[in-house]
């Protein structure tokens, strides 16, 4: 902060350097050399008193006028560059809340952001947030506000004694698209006069919010500038909650369709139920014992519970043959690459069948080029299926299973993952 701050003062600094360079160049050096040609050559030159008096009087007047001139100006530049600051600081508020709001997953995040970049726009005690709540029937302008968000010291205490003294506040500021008024409270901890602002947001919406901001009444007061900045706070905020609704129906949609083809594929597999959820499992423990950041854990999440889904296109009569199989990884590749919210994960699911050694399918990849969270998938699967009762193979004991991993770590298995993998069933996190 304190480097945003200098690096908008030097503008105003340079100005003022330069406007006292100009005036000393400009009017105090010429004014020295008139006070000394007058000197020289015209005051020698005057027998009467009174005339030259008068002459000494009119340059000191001119000087005085200079002066009062400059230092009127260099107020006046002093006030204009005071507002230019504020409004790039302004500016720059208004730039960082749009990153964070973009950045928002969730739309009381975008509202706790909301109130925070309002207070600080304002120099305001509190900032809150009115809500319109959803009802089974359509909300109309009789149904009550509600308190959604607050920010600031005793911040609730404060709303609701500003609605209990401006009770249409909301409605006001939704309807005309914002408010500002005078509110002097007489009681509490929060008596005195404030000036209340409110901006309506996402008045579209079956559940309209208003922002509200209240600061104490002084003798500088919320201008026109600041309610343009929070009338520009309240559109970004009308985006962004609009996006983080719909990266939450997105969200809930994705999960919910992946339940439901897990689903069908147990169903489809009929002696392999409950095996994308054991890989998931045992994929998401090896993931984060590798410390692999968020977005790579939700990939190897979704991927594992996806890892089988090309085996919905392989008839189940033909399921007990490993070749008919061999085909499924490079075919749940291809339906998730044509899905945009799955085409992230498409290649870790296309590729977990491929070998450390080059003798996988469907590639035949080799080492590093297997992406990482394939090389994880397949050894978190090759366990389930060699511990689980299959189609095509007999079940093996988890020592047994234990040793298989180690011994085809190199060639099949990634060692690395392999080592994690048998540490974590070795300690009992993966049972």
């Known amino acids: ?40 050559f015209v005051l020698g030159h005057i027998d009467d008193s009174q005339v030259r008096l008068a002459v000494v009087c009119g340059f000191a007047a001119v000087a005085s006028l200079s002066l009062l001139g400059f230092i009127g100006l260099r107020r006046f530049t002093a006030r204009l560059l005071r507002d230019i600051s504020d409004d790039n600081t302004r500016q720059c508020q208004l730039l960082g809340v749009s990153r964070n709001l973009t950045a928002a997953e969730h739309r009381d995040d975008v509202l706790r952001t909301a109130l925070r970049c309002a207070r600080e726009l304002c120099g305001a005690e509190a900032a809150w947030m009115l809500a319109r709540p959803k009802t089974e029937t359509e909300s109309g302008p009789d149904t009550p506000w509600e308190l959604h968000e607050t920010s600031g010291e005793r911040a609730s205490e404060l709303a609701h004694a500003v609605l209990r003294a401006v009770p249409d506040l909301a409605s006001t500021a939704l309807a005309e ?94 002696r392999m139920a409950g095996h994308s959820q054991r890989v998931t499992h045992y994929a998401n423990c090896i993931g984060r014992r590798m410390e692999l950041g968020e977005r790579e854990l939700g990939r190897l999440h979704f991927a594992a519970l996806l890892h089988d889904i090309g085996m919905l296109r392989i008839e189940r009569s033909a399921q007990r043959s490993q070749r ?28 977990h069948h491929e070998r450390i050694d080059g003798r996988g399918y469907p590639h035949g990849l080799t080492g590093d080029d297997i992406p990482l969270l394939s090389r994880i998938l397949s050894v978190a699967d090759a366990f389930d299926v060699m511990t689980s009762r299959t189609s095509y193979r007999d079940r093996l004991s988890p020592d047994q299973a234990l040793a298989e991993l180690e011994a085809c770590a ?10 994690h993998c048998v540490a974590l069933i070795r300690e009992g996190a993966i049972p």
């Not at 480097?3 to 030097?10: A, G, K, L």
């Not at 360079?21 to 000197?39: E, K, N, T």
């Open 177 to 270: 698209g914002d408010f500002c008024g005078h509110v002097i409270l007489d009681s509490g901890a929060r008596a005195g006069a404030y000036l209340i602002f409110g901006v309506g947001i996402a008045r579209a919406e079956s559940e309209p919010r208003v922002l509200c901001v209240a600061r104490k009444l002084t003798s500088r007061q919320l201008d026109t500038r600041c309610r343009s900045a929070l009338a520009t706070l309240g559109g970004l905020v009308a985006i962004a909650a609009t996006n983080a609704e719909l990266h939450e129906a997105q969200r809930n949609f994705f999960t919910h369709v992946t339940e439901l083809l897990c689903l069908a594929l147990d169903s489809h597999l009929d």
């Open 324 to 351: 008919a199989c061999r085909d499924h990884a490079l075919l749940g590749g291809r339906m998730l690459a044509r899905i945009r919210l799955w085409e992230d994960i498409a290649p870790i699911v296309l590729h």
């Open 410 to 419: 190199g060639s099949q298995f990634d060692r690395d993952v392999v080592a």
């Open 1 to 40: 902060m304190s480097e945003r701050s200098n690096r908008n003062n030097v503008f105003p600094r340079r100005l003022d350097r330069a406007a006292m360079l100009s005036y000393w160049v400009g009017a105090v050096v010429p004014l020295i050399a008139l006070g000394m040609a007058l000197r020289a």
